[in-house]
């Protein structure tokens, strides 16, 4: 998917990008893109993915993305265990900084479930990568980034010195 994305280059006043239900993110099998330092879309300002496979790193799709325009992103995505979860956050901070909106869906892929630690993790240790990227104004993560995971006093004050500007915050069903 990633090299038939490349053919949309042309579209360079591209300004929302919707994967729908179906997509595979892969790597991509050319390396033409891991040599270029500039977004495929350099004014991209939505990106939402909806249900995408992504049994492999999401790095390179963002990789390609990479923009300081992109100010909102949400997502839908099972991933396999904690290391994958915080490396998607920190493949998403690095490649854009300037987001202000996060909405994002993450399950657990329940058949590698039982890899994962029996320790329950902060939220904030997952999703500690986007602790610096101080412009966010909305974050909701609904449902389960992962199970038993808890939100305590530290990691609520960790998000509120991390993102000054905050006017939207939905941690759904996480308990305190």
């Known amino acids: 998917m990633l090299d038939a994305l490349s053919l949309l280059a042309p579209l360079t006043t591209l300004e929302r990008l919707e994967f729908r239900p179906g997509y595979i993110v892969e790597s991509p099998r050319v390396s033409s893109w891991s040599s270029r330092h500039w977004s495929l879309f350099p004014i991209l300002q939505d990106l939402k993915l909806h249900r995408v496979n992504c ?22 995505f099972d991933y396999p265990n904690d290391t994958a979860c915080k490396r998607t956050f920190e493949s998403l901070a690095r490649c854009f900084p300037c987001l202000r909106k996060l909405r994002c869906i993450m399950k657990y892929m329940y058949e590698e479930q039982n890899q994962t630690s029996s320790t329950a993790p902060s939220l904030c240790e997952l999703v500690s990568p ?47």
């Open 55 to 76: 049994r492999q790193s999401l790095h390179h799709l963002f990789k390609m993305l990479q923009t300081e325009t992109l100010h909102s992103f949400e997502a839908t």
């Open 130 to 176: 986007l602790l610096t990227v101080p412009s966010m104004e909305t974050v909701i993560l609904p449902g389960e980034i992962r199970p038993r995971c808890y939100v305590g006093d530290a990691e609520l004050n960790a998000m509120s010195a991390a993102w000054p500007h905050l006017r939207i915050l939905d941690l759904g069903e996480y308990p305190f």
